[in-house]
């Protein structure tokens, strides 16, 4: 039987470093039914991984996208890291339709690597109007779990 393994030698593994931030909070959520349930970071990338539970506002409760150009950016910074890869979300125009509403959809976003010294970032779908996920000023540290609450709009 073959094994691939990557040559890695056990000094690149002991320097490579990833840091997980479970359940960051935010001065501005964009929404009640959007939430980070973590942030992980180490020397080749940045992912969020977020978590969207569809409306009951519409019965099928409705779809959703990501724009390709959303970044993030360190809080008092300008320097912005454009979005390498989405998992689990389309690509706006394209769009996930939900089946119904109160449906759940985790899915991830990957940018480049943030500096270390970094301590809260910025993530900006869109700088316009309507109904972009916007976060700001999401702190790099542990936090005990949100819920992410869903009102009966009806």
């Not at 931030?21 to 992912?47: A, C, K, R, V, Y």
């Not at 998992?87 to 394209?94: D, E, G, L, M, R």
Request: proline letters at 5%; a negative charge; one cysteine or more.
């Amino acid at each position: 039987m073959k094994t691939n393994f990557k040559n890695e030698s056990q000094q690149e593994m002991i320097q490579k470093e990833t840091i997980v931030f479970t359940n960051p909070i935010s001065d501005f959520t964009p929404n009640e039914h959007m939430g980070i349930e973590q942030i992980t970071l180490n020397e080749e990338n940045t992912q969020i991984d977020f978590v969207y539970i569809s409306s009951k506002y519409y019965k099928n409760g409705g779809w959703i996208q990501m724009d390709a150009d959303c970044f993030i950016k360190p809080v008092g910074s300008e320097v912005r890291y454009k979005m390498i890869q989405a998992i689990n979300i389309p690509i706006a125009p394209n769009k996930y339709h939900f089946k119904r509403s109160g449906q759940v959809l985790r899915f991830s976003l990957l940018f480049p690597a943030l500096p270390k010294e970094v301590k809260a970032i910025d993530f900006i779908e869109k700088h316009a109007e309507g109904t972009y996920f916007n976060f700001f000023n999401i702190a790099l540290q542990h936090n005990e779990p949100t819920l992410i609450r869903i009102i009966n709009e009806n």
